[in-house]
């Protein structure tokens, strides 16, 4: 894997595309090593706010560096990284976590499925699948966002909790409308959604990754801040917990005990 | 210029470590900080058998630093003596191996068992706020600080640091049980017991409910400690709390510290450690000091 590096990264475009959601694109050679479902580390400029923040990688554009972060603001930090504009800079920790096995993919039917802000990391996922894919995601309502870019790589249904857009419901409700069908499932959302993911690919039989997260700290594995139970001993501590930061963020479903 | 440091007859090539708990055993920051150039590594707590640790979220930001409630999750003394050590033998540093129990004898257990081990020194935990049996309950009173640091001194083959909480009235009155017991050193301040409420979802933020305080934001707390604890007793102080460059190192050594750890400033910049080494040198040469010790206690 490669080397984790704290980084200054350049910020080339930052835009708003959704009510709290903001597309910032960042020019960092970091690109180059992302993977689906990894992460950086985002760090704010204040000195009172110490902690980077964990964001997921929507793109990475390996030809012109460029990593592209799709994040909804929550908090004091996000808050401030979305008045940065094109020119400012951020640093970034990167890059970090294992992502989908894009490989373990190849000739099955596969579903991609999106919650909320953990949309973002199927895109790159998708553009790094050949096989034809079918992309599931979820949002609170209308105000839709990356559904016009998955578009390019897959067969894209939407749902929304209130029915303002496609099926009423979640991603789940989208199988079930469409009796749709897959051999695997790649997966990001809110913890509902993975539960119902996991329980639906356990009884169907299909392989299922998924990718969580948790509060983070030093996001290299040192803190052990982010835990998350397994069924199998992990391998660090020996007690059942792995660390999201580094073992995961993304785990087959059976290894997790969500 | 020397940047030389002794704590009971263990040589330091300058003065700075890891504080426990922020740097695992040093393998998850190997990728930014040669491990060569630190005084020592200090290893995250180890018990005799492997804890879990407590519910997630386990750490939270607050103004200037973070509050933590890990509950000392550590794989036990067998898989440690397996992997960590010899990991940490690669490198020429100090390696201080810092350990935990929930009863004397868990701690007695995890002393003996590094007896014959290639290690410099022993930093004894009995400090941490966020576990409910053992840890700080030896280090808030007197007597029973004493106690286990004279039983720990009876069987340890290495100096014996005791690491000190600052959850107590008076520190210097731990601090001069510790040495009264035979403690070798100090090393001080463990994190500040805390507490942070959601208020929107009227929650409290950790699953612990409470946390242990550190960063920057605790640092003048850590100064003032170290500077009481100094003027107490003679044996050698780390000092930490807060510490991210030269410039707070300094502080440290000044009040009377003879080593310095760097802690919570690690997730803040995972190149914290090496920054300290050579802001401390910076300095030196700034002011024209010969010898780092030159430094210690020399406020005025």
């Given at each position: 894997?490669a080397?984790k590096?704290?980084?200054?990264?350049?910020?080339?475009?930052?835009?708003?595309?959704?009510e709290?959601?903001?597309?910032?694109?960042?020019?960092?050679k970091?690109?180059?090593?992302?993977?689906?479902?990894?992460?950086?580390?985002?760090?704010?400029?204040?000195?009172?706010?110490?902690?980077?923040r964990?964001?997921?990688?929507?793109e990475?554009?390996?030809?012109?560096?460029r990593?592209?972060?799709?994040?909804?603001?929550?908090?004091?930090?996000?808050?401030?990284f979305?008045?940065?504009?094109?020119?400012?800079?951020?640093?970034?920790?990167?890059?970090?976590?294992?992502?989908?096995?894009v490989?373990?993919?190849?000739?099955?039917?596969?579903?991609?499925?999106?919650?909320?802000?953990?949309?973002?990391?199927?895109?790159?996922?998708?553009?790094?699948?050949?096989?034809k894919?079918?992309?599931?995601?979820?949002?609170?309502?209308?105000?839709?966002?990356l559904?016009?870019?998955?578009?390019?790589?897959?067969?894209?249904?939407?749902?929304?909790?209130?029915?303002?857009?496609?099926?009423?419901?979640?991603?789940?409700?989208?199988i079930?409308?469409?009796?749709?069908?897959?051999?695997?499932?790649?997966?990001?959302?809110?913890?509902?959604?993975l539960?119902?993911?996991k329980?639906?690919?356990?009884e169907?039989?299909?392989?299922?990754?998924?990718?969580?997260?948790e509060?983070?700290?030093?996001?290299?594995?040192?803190?052990?801040?982010?835990?998350?139970?397994?069924t199998?001993?992990?391998?660090?501590?020996?007690?059942h917990?792995?660390?999201?930061?580094?073992?995961?963020?993304?785990?087959?479903?059976?290894?997790?005990?969500? | 210029?020397?940047?030389?440091?002794?704590?009971?007859?263990?040589?330091?090539?300058?003065?700075?470590?890891?504080?426990?708990?922020?740097?695992?055993?040093?393998?998850?920051?190997?990728d930014?900080?040669?491990?060569?150039?630190?005084?020592?590594?200090?290893?995250?707590?180890?018990?005799?058998?492997?804890?879990?640790?407590n519910?997630?979220?386990?750490?939270?930001?607050?103004?200037?630093?973070?509050?933590?409630?890990?509950?000392?999750?550590?794989?036990?003394?067998?898989?440690?003596?397996?992997?960590?050590?010899?990991?940490?033998?690669?490198?020429?540093?100090?390696?201080?191996?810092?350990?935990?129990?929930?009863?004397?004898?868990?701690?007695?257990?995890?002393?003996?068992?590094?007896?014959?081990?290639?290690?410099?020194?022993?930093?004894?935990?009995?400090?941490?706020?966020?576990?409910?049996?053992?840890?700080?309950?030896?280090?808030?009173?007197?007597?029973?600080?004493?106690?286990?640091?004279?039983?720990?001194?009876?069987?340890?083959k290495?100096?014996?640091?005791?690491?000190?909480?600052?959850?107590?009235?008076?520190?210097?009155?731990?601090?001069?049980?510790?040495?009264?017991?035979?403690?070798?050193?100090?090393?001080?301040?463990?994190?500040?017991?805390?507490?942070?409420?959601?208020?929107?979802?009227?929650?409290?933020?950790l699953?612990?409910?409470?946390g242990?305080?550190?960063?920057?934001?605790?640092?003048?707390?850590?100064?003032?400690?170290?500077?009481?604890?100094?003027?107490?007793?003679?044996?050698?102080?780390?000092?930490?709390g807060?510490?991210?460059s030269?410039?707070?190192?300094?502080?440290?050594?000044?009040?009377?510290?003879?080593?310095?750890?760097v802690?919570?400033?690690?997730?803040?910049n995972?190149?914290?450690?090496?920054?300290?080494?050579?802001?401390?040198?910076?300095?030196?040469?700034?002011y024209?000091?010969?010898?780092?010790?030159?430094l210690?206690?020399?406020?005025?």
């Amino acid at each position: 894997m490669a080397q984790k590096k704290k980084v200054t990264a350049k910020i080339v475009s930052q835009k708003q595309i959704a009510e709290q959601i903001f597309d910032l694109w960042l020019e960092t050679k970091l690109a180059k090593e992302a993977y689906p479902g990894q992460f950086v580390a985002v760090y704010p400029h204040g000195e009172s706010m110490l902690l980077p923040r964990p964001i997921s990688i929507c793109e990475a554009d390996k030809r012109e560096n460029r990593l592209r972060l799709v994040y909804r603001v929550a908090g004091k930090g996000t808050a401030e990284f979305s008045t940065c504009k094109a020119g400012d800079q951020l640093d970034i920790l990167g890059v970090l976590g294992n992502g989908f096995p894009v490989e373990k993919a190849k000739g099955k039917r596969v579903f991609l499925m999106g919650g909320g802000i953990g949309i973002p990391p199927m895109l790159e996922l998708a553009k790094d699948m050949d096989d034809k894919k079918q992309v599931l995601l979820g949002y609170r309502n209308k105000d839709l966002f990356l559904e016009e870019d998955l578009a390019k790589y897959g067969d894209v249904y939407v749902a929304t909790e209130d029915g303002s857009v496609g099926t009423r419901g979640n991603v789940m409700d989208i199988i079930k409308a469409y009796s749709l069908h897959a051999d695997m499932i790649m997966a990001c959302g809110p913890m509902p959604m993975l539960r119902a993911i996991k329980k639906y690919a356990a009884e169907n039989g299909i392989e299922a990754y998924i990718s969580l997260e948790e509060r983070m700290a030093c996001g290299v594995g040192a803190c052990l801040g982010c835990v998350c139970k397994t069924t199998e001993e992990d391998a660090h501590s020996h007690v059942h917990n792995a660390r999201i930061c580094t073992e995961g963020p993304v785990f087959e479903a059976g290894e997790v005990d969500i | 210029m020397n940047t030389e440091v002794k704590i009971a007859g263990v040589t330091f090539k300058n003065p700075v470590m890891t504080a426990s708990g922020t740097f695992g055993s040093g393998m998850e920051y190997s990728d930014f900080v040669d491990l060569n150039k630190l005084g020592a590594v200090v290893t995250k707590g180890v018990a005799n058998v492997p804890w879990e640790g407590n519910p997630t979220p386990r750490v939270a930001e607050v103004y200037g630093g973070m509050l933590n409630a890990i509950g000392l999750q550590n794989p036990g003394i067998d898989v440690f003596m397996e992997r960590d050590i010899p990991f940490l033998q690669k490198y020429d540093t100090n390696v201080i191996v810092n350990v935990c129990g929930k009863t004397v004898s868990d701690y007695l257990e995890v002393v003996e068992r590094l007896c014959d081990a290639p290690i410099s020194m022993l930093e004894i935990n009995v400090s941490c706020p966020n576990v409910k049996e053992g840890a700080i309950a030896f280090g808030q009173k007197a007597d029973s600080l004493y106690d286990i640091t004279s039983q720990i001194k009876k069987k340890a083959k290495q100096p014996v640091i005791m690491k000190l909480s600052p959850n107590v009235t008076d520190i210097t009155e731990m601090a001069k049980a510790a040495e009264a017991a035979g403690a070798d050193a100090l090393s001080m301040i463990n994190t500040i017991t805390g507490m942070k409420i959601d208020i929107h979802r009227r929650k409290f933020v950790l699953a612990n409910k409470t946390g242990g305080m550190s960063g920057p934001a605790v640092k003048p707390v850590a100064v003032r400690m170290v500077y009481q604890t100094a003027q107490a007793v003679k044996i050698p102080i780390i000092g930490m709390g807060g510490i991210g460059s030269g410039e707070d190192a300094v502080e440290f050594l000044l009040a009377g510290a003879s080593a310095v750890a760097v802690g919570a400033m690690n997730f803040v910049n995972p190149y914290a450690t090496v920054e300290v080494v050579e802001g401390i040198e910076a300095y030196m040469r700034q002011y024209k000091i010969e010898n780092v010790t030159d430094l210690i206690g020399a406020v005025e």
